[in-house]
């Protein structure tokens, strides 16, 4: 038989996680192994008897619930794309129309957040300059922004620090504070700007005024007729109609059906052999062999699984990186948040609830992050006459929260929606989700700490780290990590 006739010895790959980023890696691999003259024999290990990580849905009676996330942004396309290759798009639903916007509160009252307002920085001046949000001279100084010139030095500072430096503390404190801090759970005023939200520094380079760059994109968008109502782009989200679980779950069928899959199994050790290849033990006590591997998990479970053993801690150059990698991964800080999800008769509510959820100012002094009022936002969450909310609490602003009993935070959290919203009369059910070092934040120095890691991880052939602690914590960020360290390390092996 000629050469290029003759069948390659199938590379032996390990994809460590089942989250979003590992399933999306495991999946690749097994498109790319059908696509490339070297196969690929892939094995995902994950630690608990489920896929999804973060991820979960449950049914509790008539209610359909999210445990963690509940949506994905659909203008990054890797999860939509996905969605597609595996056939899911026919169950994907946007969000409902009628209630999109978004509230935030204010000196005790939920106040409806201005139309156009983007994260960041207003689209509109009408709906700011009407807003009972900020005082006169809180909005005098964000209209400021539209004359402020671009910072010369291009570092990287604060999120908190560019935002007071383009809009004025009041802006910061009263509305972006709580609508970013929410989204990594963290403090904004550690957050990097670069790592977190890097198209508000290009628009501060590129425009020079935030509030011009805002206005130009929401043009272009408005002439693609597309009207979202207030705060986030609502039009844009998605989610499968029977909750965030059916992506992962198909996922995992997909993958069974090209990959061994052993649930429950944590790996405990990635040992680089010297001779090329990873040892791999689980807490089954089993160490297979491995051409390669994709490690997804959270970075201080990545940075166990890769330090090197004390058998192996001589000063090879392949033990100094591993624990070079092995340290710089756990340096990256995580931030724990609860999210307590309840099921109410609407009649019990005095608020209209005539929004997609609630966010809350730190300076508000309150017990709660944000409320989500989930079941305005996709149909099928709720029965007909109730409600279910999501109410987050803890993260990096109030890590205290954590530390009360699954009973104490409900008490607090029953208390808050009572005085917040009117919520009375008994709730359906409450359910507490912890998630312990759940959430990566991205610090100042982020950037220049992935890059070091990706420098060191580069180095050693046959090893690709992905997951939410580098570029991004949003599901399509995590697929798509996982997918370009799956495409990276199968280009490896081909070569190999
Ligand atoms: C409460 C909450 C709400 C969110 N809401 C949204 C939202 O609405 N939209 C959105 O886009 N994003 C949201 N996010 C963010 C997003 O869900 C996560 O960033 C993403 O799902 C993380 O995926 P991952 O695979 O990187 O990590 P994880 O989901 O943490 O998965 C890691 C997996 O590795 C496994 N594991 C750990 N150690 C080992 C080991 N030693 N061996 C084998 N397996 C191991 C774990 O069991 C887990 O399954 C939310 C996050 C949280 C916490």
Not at 6 to 26: E, F, M, W
Not at 107 to 131: C, D, H, N, Q
Request: glycine share 8%; charged share 25%.
């Amino acid at each position: 038989m000629p050469d290029s006739e003759t069948p390659s010895v199938p590379k032996r790959i390990a994809v460590i996680g089942g989250g979003a980023s590992g399933l999306a890696a495991a999946h690749r691999l097994i498109e790319l192994s059908n696509e490339e003259s070297t196969r690929f024999e892939v094995t995902l290990f994950e630690a608990s008897d489920t896929v999804g990580g973060v991820a979960g849905t449950r049914r509790i009676g008539d209610y359909l619930m999210e445990t963690g996330p509940d949506m994905f942004i659909t203008n990054q396309p890797a999860a939509l794309n996905l969605c597609q290759r595996i056939g899911l798009s026919d169950e994907l639903i946007p969000t409902e129309t009628e209630h999109r916007g978004s509230l935030v509160l204010r000196k005790g009252k939920p106040v409806r957040v201005p139309e156009g307002f983007m994260l960041i920085s207003p689209a509109k001046v009408w709906p700011v300059l009407t807003s009972r949000i900020f005082s006169p001279l809180g909005k005098l100084r964000m209209g400021l922004e539209y004359l402020l010139p671009r910072k010369k030095e291009q570092t990287d500072e604060t999120l908190a620090g560019f935002v007071k430096r383009r809009f004025g503390s009041e802006a910061f404190d009263r509305l972006i504070q709580p609508l970013v801090g929410g989204i990594y759970t963290a403090d904004p005023d550690k957050l990097s700007l670069q790592a977190t939200l890097p198209r508000f520094l290009e628009m501060e380079q590129k425009h020079r005024s935030l509030i011009i760059a805002s206005r130009k994109q929401a043009a272009a968008r408005e002439s693609g007729s597309e009207n979202d109502g207030s705060g986030a782009r609502y039009g844009l989200f998605t989610a499968p109609r029977n909750g965030i679980s059916v992506l992962f779950n198909r996922l995992l069928k997909v993958v069974r059906e090209g990959a061994v899959v052993r649930l429950g199994e944590a790996v405990t050790s990635v040992s680089k052999q010297r001779t090329g290849g990873f040892s791999i033990t689980s807490n089954s006590g089993a160490t297979d062999e491995f051409d390669g591997v994709v490690v997804a998990l959270p970075a201080f479970h990545s940075a166990k699984t890769l330090e090197p053993s004390v058998t192996d801690r001589d000063e090879t150059s392949l033990a100094d990186s591993m624990r070079k990698i092995s340290e710089l991964l756990n340096e990256i800080e995580y931030s724990s948040a609860a999210v307590v999800v309840s099921g109410h008769q609407l009649s019990d509510i005095e608020h209209p609830l005539d929004a997609f959820g609630l966010v809350i100012p730190a300076i508000e002094n309150r017990k709660v992050l944000a409320i989500s009022f989930t079941s305005r936002k996709f149909p099928g969450r709720a029965p007909k006459g109730r409600i279910l909310l999501r109410t987050f609490v803890g993260g990096a602003m109030q890590p205290e929260m954590l530390d009360q009993s699954d009973d104490e935070i409900t008490k607090t959290v029953l208390a808050e929606l009572k005085s917040i919203l009117g919520v009375n009369g008994e709730p359906d059910f409450t359910e507490v989700c912890r998630y312990e070092r759940a959430m990566p934040q991205y610090h100042l120095g982020h950037c220049e700490r992935v890059a070091r890691i990706r420098e060191l991880v580069a180095k050693i052939e046959g090893l690709e780290l992905a997951g939410n602690a580098f570029s991004g914590v949003g599901i399509p960020d995590c697929i798509s990590s996982g997918e370009s360290a799956a495409e990276r390390l199968a280009e490896q092996l081909v070569q190999a």
